[in-house]
């Protein structure tokens, strides 16, 4: 999945770091012209005029207020749809100040789409997002895949599917240099692993793709404080004795491929279901084994969709270990009651098939309304829909850059396997307030 919902574990340490040292859509937009804003946020309700464009300094996204009428197909939305992937939001947001009053209106309007349409129109601005300048950004898709296995470990369900391991450390980075050797104190007790208000030091270069986190994550090896294991080494049993086993897939690519996704569902033997969701990840940087396989020559740059890569990887079991262990970052999984719900996202509400999308919550703000402008990966034909930002992923990088959510299932999967398009982003925020 695109990355997923972080939901703290019971026995986690209660960590204080001391840190010293043919058919697209209808109209494609044109960049926007004009300055920086410089007003603060208008009054709650108050929308800003057609026009208004806003920066924060030093980022490189940018936000300018438009019309309902720029976004491409606008009047031909499901509204009603759109709005029920907007009550899921609600769950998170409806405590906030700023989506209190937008959130309170929306369980008041009916479920005609025509109602739905007059909601959003009535109480949200469109800003129209860009990256340096560039309007266009890349959209891929996930979704929540099925695969064959086990609770219990058989000869054909061989490949573990771990929970969170107990040696696995958190330490809060807030206010901590970014570069050096630094001293790091744990207070608190793991399952009896780590000892209570031990010192260690970390080596900050150790620890790679840190400016999207607010915190550190490794382990304990000796008075040091190190990277958490790599998927090569995961794979080879490091963390075996220290990470629950929550079911056996019996299928290593496909397993691969719910790390990517972030969450799904293990069908048994005796056709019932085991659902996990994202708990956690090593915090090692996502790497493309599809450019990898490219720049060895094991398949064409083109050709390294999902479906591709899987073929490729069951046709040459000897290059498996190899090609997957290119990719460090490894997700720990939890597991959640069955039901007829989405997958739980990174807001920490369900996902909504056809109506969700992974975005980079450093420049989209979470649960808010996107409006999402591409074409779809089979037809070619324009798929201009108005989702909801609900989750993040380590390889979503960037303010013009959208993982749809299509749902859950084979045929799902077939299509996000094969999405890779250009597209383009308009965030809805509630009137009065900036991005």
């Known amino acids: 999945m695109a990355g997923k919902f972080l939901s703290p574990r019971n026995g986690w340490l209660l960590l204080s770091a001391l840190l010293l040292g043919g058919c697209f859509f209808h109209s494609r937009p044109k960049p926007s012209d004009g300055g920086v804003s410089g007003m603060p946020a208008l009054?709650?309700?108050?929308?800003?005029?057609?026009?208004?464009?806003?920066?924060?300094?030093?980022?490189p996204a940018g936000y300018k207020a438009v019309s309902f009428a720029a976004l491409p197909q606008w009047p031909?939305?499901?509204?009603?749809?759109?709005?029920?992937?907007?009550r899921k939001s609600c769950i998170a947001l409806k405590n906030k100040p700023q989506w209190r009053n937008v959130c309170a209106q929306a369980d008041r309007v009916g479920s005609q789409s025509a109602a739905a349409r007059q909601f959003f129109e009535q109480y949200f601005t469109p800003w129209e997002v860009s990256h340096n300048g560039q309007l266009g950004g890349t959209i891929t898709g996930y979704y929540e895949p099925v695969l064959?296995?086990?609770?219990?470990?058989?000869?054909?369900?061989?490949?573990?599917?771990?929970g969170l391991p107990a040696d696995l450390v958190t330490v809060p980075l807030a206010g901590a240099p970014q570069s050096g050797t630094v001293r790091i104190q744990l207070t608190g007790r793991n399952?009896?692993?780590?000892?209570?208000n031990g010192e260690y030091t970390a080596n900050l270069a150790d620890f790679p793709g840190r400016e999207k986190s607010r915190s550190l994550k490794g382990r304990v090896s000796g008075?040091?404080?190190?990277?958490?294991?790599?998927?090569?080494?995961?794979?080879?049993?490091?963390?075996?004795?220290?990470?629950?086993?929550?079911?056996?897939?019996?299928?290593?690519?496909?397993l691969f491929f719910l790390h990517i996704q972030g969450s799904g569902r293990i069908r048994t033997p005796d056709g019932r279901y085991i659902r996990l969701g994202f708990a956690d990840k090593n915090d090692h940087p996502y790497i493309s084994i599809g450019r990898y396989m490219a720049n060895k020559g094991y398949l064409p740059l083109a050709q390294t969709s999902m479906p591709k890569i899987r073929d490729w990887l069951r046709a040459h079991p000897d290059k498996l270990a190899e090609v997957l262990g290119q990719n460090p970052s490894y997700v720990f999984f939890r597991q959640l009651p069955d039901g007829n719900d989405g997958p739980i996202g990174s807001l920490g509400v369900p996902?909504?098939?056809?109506?969700?999308?992974?975005?980079?919550?450093?420049?989209?703000?979470?649960?808010?309304?996107?409006?999402?402008?591409?074409?779809?990966?089979?037809?070619?034909?324009?798929?201009?829909?108005?989702?909801m930002a609900?989750?993040?992923?380590?390889?979503?990088?960037?303010?013009?850059?959208?993982?749809?959510?299509?749902?859950?299932?084979?045929?799902?999967?077939?299509?996000?396997?094969?999405?890779?398009?250009?597209g383009y982003v308009w965030l809805l925020l509630p009137n009065g307030m900036l991005p």
């Open 43 to 59: 009054p709650p309700g108050q929308r800003y005029a057609e026009g208004y464009q806003h920066r924060v300094s030093g980022s």
């Open 76 to 86: 031909q939305q499901d509204f009603a749809a759109s709005l029920n992937a907007f």
């Open 148 to 162: 064959h296995g086990s609770a219990r470990q058989t000869a054909q369900a061989r490949f573990p599917i771990y």
């Open 191 to 196: 399952s009896g692993q780590i000892a209570a």
């Open 223 to 254: 008075s040091h404080f190190v990277p958490y294991y790599t998927r090569a080494q995961i794979n080879a049993g490091a963390v075996n004795g220290s990470a629950p086993v929550l079911a056996y897939a019996d299928d290593p690519v496909e």
């Open 351 to 387: 996902l909504s098939g056809g109506y969700s999308g992974a975005v980079d919550k450093r420049f989209i703000t979470l649960g808010a309304p996107l409006f999402l402008a591409t074409a779809h990966p089979e037809t070619g034909h324009a798929l201009n829909r108005l989702i």
């Open 390 to 422: 609900q989750d993040t992923g380590s390889a979503i990088n960037g303010a013009v850059r959208v993982d749809f959510f299509w749902g859950y299932g084979d045929e799902a999967g077939r299509v996000a396997g094969r999405m890779k398009q250009t």
